[in-house]
């Protein structure tokens, strides 16, 4: 079972570039996240997606855009990159039955 | 704006001790309420609770939900240094599916 799957794992980009992070999941869950973890904070809600063809802005969407392509993908896109934005970013998708939140590995994110 | 609140921040015990860690939910009421345990990666899932009143148990771990109090406790018995990580819990707003996190307790238990 490959669960939550993040693209790229690491990434070092400079002030004003753009990327773009993957995220899939194949368990078929409908609702889909991404989150942001600074050094000692816990998991700030970037965007979320309910279901497919949704999306809402969490606790700190500025500077960030998201993409949810089909059930299984959810992308997060930094048009231009600021050093603010380095953190490890998290994608997950909910099993609504349980509550369980699925995370993928992460993906390190450097802005200089 | 909804809000979890997790104390202490930190903590500090011995192999042995039992410890208590605390999240509030700061919004009028919430759909679940979710612990889940950080080591050095992604957080791995401990409990949902839903319903006020009943205790989530496995093995060392409980938990147990106030909805009124918009409040719950996660506890560990006889820590062991396996459960040094950071703890989070998160809560969702009724109707929305929004996951909001706390800061976490970090927990360190010595040898």
């Known amino acids: 079972n490959a669960g939550v799957t993040q693209t790229p794992k690491f990434q070092v980009l400079k002030t004003g570039q753009s990327m773009t992070l993957q995220c899939a999941q194949d368990m078929n869950h409908n609702s889909m996240y991404w989150y942001r973890q600074d050094p000692g904070m816990g998991l700030r809600l970037i965007y979320y997606?309910?279901?497919?063809?949704?999306?809402d802005k969490g606790e700190v969407p500025n500077g960030y855009n998201v993409s949810r392509l089909n059930k299984r993908e959810f992308s997060l896109r930094l048009e231009s990159a600021a050093p603010s934005q380095t953190s490890v970013y998290f994608c997950?998708?909910?099993?609504?039955?349980?509550?369980?939140?699925?995370f993928g590995e992460g993906s390190r994110l450097t802005v200089l | 704006e909804d809000k979890v609140v997790q104390s202490p921040l930190s903590l500090v015990v011995h192999e042995g001790d039992t410890v208590t860690l605390n999240c509030s939910y700061e919004?009028?009421?919430?759909?679940?309420l979710l612990w889940y345990k950080q080591e050095k990666k992604a957080p791995t899932f401990l409990f949902m609770l839903?319903?006020?009143?009943i205790e989530k148990k496995s093995g060392r771990l409980s938990s147990i939900l106030d909805k009124k109090e918009l409040f719950s406790i996660l506890n560990i018995t006889a820590t062991q240094t396996g459960d040094s990580a950071v703890y989070l819990c998160a809560g969702s707003p009724p109707g929305t599916y929004k996951y909001i996190f706390g800061t976490g307790t970090r927990l360190k238990v010595l040898a």
């Open positions: 997950a998708s909910l099993r609504t039955n349980t509550g369980e939140l699925f």
């Open positions: 997606s309910a279901s497919e063809g949704t999306t």
């Open positions: 839903t319903s006020s009143g």
């Open positions: 919004v009028t009421n919430f759909r679940s």
